[in-house]
């Protein structure tokens, strides 16, 4: 079955021209092939007709994929095919965002012989679908593995330089892409969840310069900025004490989308860290602000801070550390009201007026069955050792009794006995027992029940689980960059591709991973054709159009360009 252009000479002279759809066969009786008109479509001149035609072949071709069509007819060769559907869906989140003419206004006028946007979209694509260096982004994933409009003509310095025009204007940046959102999403932005983590290198040298203090001898300037030497030795929060690191911070909302982002020397310490927040969130002006953190972030200093620029917050408190919670709020009799299965809560004030303190005592039942069956299996195994130890005969201070009183595992249930041996002692057990399943948290805002306060407290998951997002799926590290302000705007590309993504799962209602594998049926193909040159997007089978519709994306055009 093919079109067939029929051409009829009138007795004028006129030479007048007729498309029509024809279907050749074989007849047996006569042994040769005859056709058969099945319609008569109208003039070859009519640009009606024309149009009609138009529609009916994106039709076919929407049903037939590249390959079908190159195994059923010799004269079409698929050149190549790669994957669509995730990098599609991508970019209409990131034009729902409006992130060109954000970047635009920042650009203010300036003139860089290409696409900021492009190298941008480009590098945070990467990030989502096969994170890896910048070098190989631009020299295997761009080139080979992806087809993405505007970005063939891209260089490798121009990836840096749209990276370091990213860093200079972060700030405006961010905060316009976050208001935005806001609008899209009516983003609840009464909490704000905040944490850090650390990131290491592997390399052996520190940064020169003090770290908390800008660099006076080997400093690293963009534009305007003048960068802290960030990769120092710190408590490193993944076992990396023996590499350079540095801190990172992350404000997040209830719903997992993250706010803003910092960077920190590998040496400062979690609490150091909320001054600079505080005051960085002020700025934005949110209009009810509570900050949630964890137990890192508790100093008086801080807290006042706090009450001064954020308004509320709700921390938690070391329950071990600070004396006033061991002896004051565990010990305070009331009963516990419970909130769910694994949660029970309990208000205790202490002090009067104004300079009264509001804590919360929570218990979950369930973690602490779990804390006193760990705590049983260690203290087995530890009188284990010290059995060994009676029957070995060493001293008191061999290096097996050393090791086993330094232990962070073992070391906070010995103690000595009258002839100086090592025995477990029973009073530091009971100790940690009064702990098992219970944490207090500490806030100054009064209009929230205790039951609210605990809920909001359990939501700091949502950091946890950007950080898994950050390490794992997006590869945060192994970082590849050497100059101070590409790792501050690499952190910032991560943190741009995560709120791409939480957006994504949001409205998909599962996870990243899943979306994608199911979007990655949808294939763009190159086939050569006897008229020329196809880019042809494969119809999304039933899983990729299903998530199409959750996410509120129409699906792609089936021809994207001919030529």
């Known amino acids: ?92 989140v990131w034009e729902e965002l409006g992130v060109a003419g954000v970047l635009k206004r920042a650009q203010k006028g300036r003139r860089f012989g290409f696409s900021i946007e492009r190298a ?26 992806v087809r993405i409009d505007g970005t063939a003509a891209l ?54 310069g003090a770290g908390e203090e800008d660099l006076v001898r080997g400093s690293v300037q963009s534009g305007s900025k003048r960068y802290r030497a960030p990769r120092k030795r710190g408590h490193s929060k993944n076992g990396r004490e023996d590499a350079p690191q540095i801190v990172i911070g992350l404000a997040v909302t209830r719903d997992g989308f993250p706010v803003r982002h910092w960077v920190f020397p590998g040496n400062t310490v979690d609490v150091t860290t909320v001054e600079k927040v505080r005051a960085d969130l002020r700025r934005w002006k949110l209009t009810r602000c509570v900050f949630v953190g964890d137990a890192g972030m508790v100093s008086e200093e801080n807290l006042k801070k706090l009450a001064l620029s954020c308004g509320k917050y709700i921390v938690a408190v070391p329950t071990a550390r600070e004396k006033e919670v061991s002896q004051e709020v565990l010990s305070r009799p009331g009963r516990m009201r419970t909130v769910a299965e694994n949660l029970r809560v309990k208000e205790v004030v202490v002090g ?63 103690g000595l006995d009258s002839q100086g041996r090592l025995v477990i002692d029973e009073a530091k057990v009971r100790g940690a027992e009064r702990f098992d399943g219970k944490f207090v948290l500490r806030t100054n805002d009064d209009t929230l029940t205790p ?60 996870t990243w991973r899943n979306i994608r594998d199911d979007l990655g049926q949808i294939k763009l193909a190159h086939l050569s054709t006897p008229n020329g040159q196809v880019w042809q997007v494969t119809e999304p089978r039933a899983e990729a159009a299903k998530r199409l519709k959750q996410l509120k994306i129409s699906p792609p055009l089936p021809l994207l360009d001919l030529a």
Not at 49 to 77: G, K
Not at 379 to 389: G, S, V
């Open 120 to 145: 941008l979209f480009a590098m945070i694509a990467n990030r989502c679908c096969a994170p890896a260096s910048k070098l190989y982004c631009w020299e295997q994933w761009l080139r080979e593995d």
């Open 155 to 208: 260089e490798l310095h121009q990836l840096y330089r749209a990276m370091d025009f990213f860093e200079e204007n972060k700030e405006q940046i961010e905060q316009e892409i976050f208001w935005k959102l806001g609008d899209l999403f009516h983003l609840d932005v009464d909490l704000i969840f905040y944490d850090t983590t650390s990131l290491h290198f592997e390399v052996d040298e520190e940064d020169e």
């Open 451 to 510: 039951e609210d306060l605990a809920l909001g407290y359990k939501q700091l998951q949502r950091v946890e689980q950007s950080w898994r997002s950050l390490k794992s799926g997006l590869r945060m590290r192994p970082v590849f960059h050497w100059a101070v302000h590409r790792i501050h705007a690499h952190v910032a590309i991560a943190v741009l591709a995560l709120l791409l993504e939480r957006i994504i799962e949001r409205r998909g209602d599962d």
């Open 352 to 414: 009067e007026g104004e300079r009264r303190r509001r804590y919360v005592l929570c218990h979950n039942p369930i973690e602490e069955q779990r804390q006193r069956a760990h705590r049983e299996r260690l203290l087995y195994d530890l009188q284990m050792e010290l059995n060994t130890l009676a029957d070995s005969g060493v001293g008191p201070h061999s290096k097996r009794v050393c090791a086993l009183r330094s232990s962070r595992r073992f070391g906070r249930y010995l």
């Open 1 to 92: 079955m093919y079109l067939r252009i029929s051409t009829q000479r009138r007795a004028d002279g006129s030479v007048v021209k007729h498309l029509q759809i024809v279907e050749s066969s074989w007849n047996r009786a006569k042994q040769r092939s005859q056709t058969q008109i099945i319609h008569n479509c109208g003039r070859a001149e009519d640009a009606k007709t024309i149009e009609e035609l138009r529609r009916l072949a994106r039709s076919i071709v929407r049903r037939c994929s590249p390959e079908e069509i190159a195994a059923s007819d010799h004269e079409f060769q698929l050149i190549d095919a790669w994957p669509y559907g995730p990098t599609y869906v991508l970019e209409k």
